[in-house]
Structures are given as structure tokens and as C-alpha cells.
Nanobody, 120 residues
């Protein structure tokens, strides 16, 4: 199983970035996909989630209106488009895959993370 993030980097406040996460080794279309982030000295927090077919999405309040999560099941890839970036968005962004297979049983995987730095 692999989740490989890309697209992070350095951006000025107000700028945009598009993160990608390429998945392999599991049936991507069966999994809810999420983006999390972790800033220095802080706990990892959920940024956005998308359901298996992409019909529903959820966003952290801090990112609502500034980011869009999407997925392409044909390419086994999930994306996070981030706009109007702020300094406080600086963090390592992680891709996460999760599937519930039964009561109390789930499988979940993490990517290695990609650094996003928002600074002037």
C-alpha cells in the first residue's frame, strides 16, 4: 500500500497550491479519502474528507471556502486545491485512506506527507 503526496511547497500569503495523492496497493474507490495537516507543535487535524464516489465532502471550519477536495477514481488520486492561503496554513499535509469493513473494523493508511509553507 502506498499513498504518495505531491504538490507541496513554498507559497506567499494569498496564493494557491494543489496537492495530489496517488494511491496504490488497495481498491481506491472503496475508500473514503481525507487530507490532514500537522503544524509544528500542534496535533494533526482533519482538513477535508471525500466519500468513495466523491458525492459528499466535508471541510474543517478553518478551510471552508478556501479549499476543495476532489478525487479521480480512474487515476487512484485525490486532490486538495487550496486558495487564499494564510501563514497559519503552514503544515505538513497528509493523505489518508479509510474503509470500514464491519462493526469495529476498519483499514486505514497514511501517506508520508508533503510540506506546505506559506510565507512572504
Amino acid at each position: 500500500v502506498q499513498l504518495v503526496e505531491s504538490g507541496g511547497g513554498f507559497v506567499q500569503p494569498g496564493g494557491s497550491l494543489r496537492l495530489s495523492c496517488a494511491a496504490s496497493g488497495f481498491t481506491f474507490s472503496n475508500y473514503y479519502m481525507s487530507w490532514y495537516r500537522q503544524a509544528p507543535g500542534k496535533e494533526r487535524e482533519l482538513v477535508a474528507t471525500i466519500t468513495t464516489a466523491g458525492g459528499r465532502t466535508n471541510y474543517a471550519d478553518s478551510m471552508k471556502g478556501r479549499c476543495t477536495i476532489s478525487r479521480d477514481n480512474g487515476k487512484n488520486t485525490v486532490y486538495l486545491q487550496m486558495n487564499s492561503l494564510k501563514r497559519e496554513d503552514t503544515a505538513v499535509y497528509y493523505c489518508h485512506a479509510r474503509v470500514v469493513v464491519g462493526p469495529g473494523t476498519q483499514y486505514a493508511y497514511w501517506g508520508q506527507g508533503t510540506q506546505v509553507t506559506v510565507s512572504s
